[in-house]
């Protein structure tokens, strides 16, 4: 799911807390030649199902980056 991608923690500018997950998904090209790419921001949620899979990527050995 998160292969080939940037995980890291969001700082919050404002409070300087880690509030969140951004994940970077490879820029790719679409048929016409442009520059696609997908940028997730995800809550530190346990319900939220995108956070979940975050977790069972970690578990599997996989690290988050630290926030800027």
Same mark, same amino acid.
């Given at each position: ?6 995980? /890291? ?6 409070? &300087?807390?880690?509030? *969140? @997950? ?5 820029? $790719? /090209? ?6 696609? &790419?997908?940028?997730? *921001? @995800? ?5 939220? $199902? ?19």
């Amino acid at each position: 799911m998160f292969e080939n991608c940037t995980v /890291k923690y969001h700082r919050n500018i404002h409070s &300087g807390t880690v509030d *969140g @997950i951004q994940v970077f998904y490879p820029k $790719t /090209k679409d048929k016409d030649g442009n520059d696609t &790419g997908i940028t997730m *921001g @995800i809550p530190m949620d346990e319900e939220n $199902t995108d956070y979940q899979n975050i977790l069972k990527w970690v578990a599997e050995g996989n690290t988050i980056e630290e926030a800027d």
